[in-house]
T-cell receptor, first 112, second 115 residues
């Protein structure tokens, strides 16, 4: 089955700096790579995703890049704000096959 | 999107007892997923609940410990049986929606403490 590794496990950045979280996956059949944000005591929510037919996707301050050859993808948050503090999970799945495999999570702390 | 109602939101239970968690979705879905999230950890899939058939369990999880019901296409229950303190965790139900059925939506979670 799919295995998703994520690092770092914790990340502290100063407000306004950028944050980068990296993930690798094992199953070459995976073609959908979402990122979820989980605030303390809340449920995970999708913030951005990328499909295997593109290499990069951007939505305001967040962007995701995908390297299918190397089987890794990354989340980039620019101009970080205190409200970006949360746990971020990467994930991988195959379109049409609903099972999702999550990474181990990154606790991001943005210091004001 | 999907609206998922999960209850209870939290409970404190005595060891050796069982707790049933309910999950109601706002529209019909083929599969419902049950996850466990231990403090500070990732989401671990317990099982996939299909309507009309037995649930499919992941490695390390068994039906006797985590029996699942799926009586219709909008509802599922997960029971945590014969609980021990090691079962203290957050349990979440989830469905997948959207283009190519890829986006996961979660219930609000059940925070279980076993004493």
């Amino acid at each position: 089955g799919e295995n998703v590794e994520q690092h770092p496990s914790t990340l502290s950045v100063q407000e306004g700096d950028s944050a980068v979280i990296k993930c690798t996956y094992s199953d070459s059949a995976s073609n959908y790579f979402p990122w979820y944000k989980q605030e303390l005591g809340k449920r995970p929510q999708l913030i951005i995703d990328i499909r295997s037919n593109v290499g990069e996707k951007k939505d305001q301050r967040i962007a995701v890049t995908l390297n299918k050859t190397a089987k890794h993808f990354s989340l980039h948050i620019t101009e970080t704000q205190p409200e970006d503090s949360a746990v971020y999970f990467c994930a991988a799945s195959t379109e049409g096959y609903q099972k999702v495999t999550f990474g181990t999570g990154t606790k991001l702390q943005v210091i004001p | 999107s999907a609206v998922i109602s999960q209850k209870p939101s939290r409970d404190i239970c005595q060891r050796g007892t069982s707790l049933t968690i309910q999950c109601q979705v706002d529209s019909q879905v083929t599969m419902m997923f049950w996850y466990r999230q231990q403090p500070g950890q990732s989401l671990t899939l317990i099982a996939t609940a299909n309507q009309g058939s037995e649930a499919t369990y992941e490695s390390g999880f068994v039906i006797d410990k985590f029996p699942i019901s799926r009586p219709n296409l909008t509802f599922s229950t997960l029971t945590v049986s014969n609980m021990s303190p090691e079962d203290s965790s957050i349990y979440l139900c989830s469905v997948v929606r959207g283009f190519e059925n890829t986006e996961a939506f979660f219930g609000q979670g059940t925070r279980l403490t076993v004493v």
